[in-house]
């Protein structure tokens, strides 16, 4: 038995990615198999792509998160038919994710759900809400605060505005493209300004998603005592010169969020997923390419063009 996947041959430009029949992955101890009906595009599987993960080995099927159907379990706990969703555990890097017809998955990585959400919609969930519910709780975001959020318009800074907006907190948001401002929903969107020309002492939170490139300024520009969280790396991983004594104002705290942390957290993306259909969040879905798309779509978001989450749909007979 075969499967369509998209194959990243080599590393390079999104051409890289071909079309290609392969076995339906064989299944193991341990693992069971997905029926994969649809996966949500992240930014750092543009990065494996373009030869920055030295530890990909390809030729490899990408994708660090998708939704479908368990096809063959050994988990008696997530049977034959149950709807799931899986995110990072080394998925699409160590081993093939998601941007295939079937994926063999650990079983740590599989998380139940129950919804009616079509798949499109719950395919922009996972690695999206679960990576800025966890950097809110990283954050320690109380009621009353003051809340930036830097690469306002990618779909994970959309997904922490929309929690963040239930918090009782003023938020702000950045992003340097005005035409994509009209989608944000924030207390304040920042093109030009600022975020000291709205609160002259600083934000008392940060959620840096643009990284590398602004994690400094985002010290300088939070109040005193404020904390920073990097949890996004737009802009690139490493940090040039970077001085932490003379870089972090006193009494300041900088962290991190990684959402491998919220590997196989079912019961926070239930509550996520259950958010949504009430319609007190927003998916946040841009654009929906098929599989035989792959490429346009990596350049589409390699381009910027993308306002939210990036989707790829499997649809099988």
């Not at 299944?27 to 030295?54: C, F, Y």
């Not at 996972?126 to 954050?139: C, F, H, K, S, V």
Request: proline residues 5%.
């Amino acid at each position: 038995m075969t499967m369509r996947a998209a194959v990243c041959v080599r590393a390079g430009g999104p051409e890289v990615l071909e079309i290609r029949e392969l076995p339906v992955p064989a299944v193991r101890d341990g693992w069971s198999l997905v029926r994969v009906r649809a996966a949500g595009l992240n930014r750092s599987e543009l990065r494996t792509r373009q030869g920055h993960s030295p530890a990909v080995v390809f030729p490899r099927v990408l994708g660090i998160e998708c939704v479908g159907v368990v096809e063959a379990s050994t988990d008696p706990a997530v049977p034959e038919g149950t709807t799931v969703a899986a995110v990072m555990g080394e998925m699409g890097r160590a081993y093939d994710g998601g941007y295939a017809e079937y994926a063999l998955l650990p079983n740590a990585t599989l998380m139940p759900l129950s919804t009616t959400l079509p798949w499109e919609v719950l395919a922009a969930l996972p690695e999206t809400y679960l990576t800025a519910q966890g950097a809110l709780d990283t954050l320690g975001i109380e009621h009353g605060g003051r809340f930036l959020i830097r690469g306002g318009t990618s779909s994970v800074g959309m997904a922490a505005a929309a929690i963040a907006s239930g918090l009782g907190v003023e938020t702000a948001v950045t992003t340097r493209q005005a035409r994509k401002a009209a989608a944000l929903t924030a207390d304040h969107v920042l093109i030009e300004e600022s975020v000291l020309d709205v609160w002259p002492d600083g934000p008392d939170y940060v959620l840096d998603l643009v990284g590398a490139r602004t994690a400094v300024d985002s010290l300088r520009v939070v109040r005193r005592g404020g904390t920073v969280c990097v949890a996004g790396s737009l802009s690139g991983w490493l940090i040039e010169a970077f001085e932490p004594i003379a870089m972090i104002p006193t009494g300041t705290r900088l962290t991190a969020f990684h959402s491998e942390t919220m590997r196989g957290r079912a019961d926070v993306l239930q509550r996520i997923v259950d958010e949504v259909e009430a319609g007190a969040y927003r998916p946040n879905v841009d654009r929906v390419f098929g599989l035989g798309e792959i490429a346009a779509a990596h350049r589409y978001l390699e381009d910027d063009q993308a306002t939210g989450k990036v989707v790829v749909t499997l649809r099988q007979e």
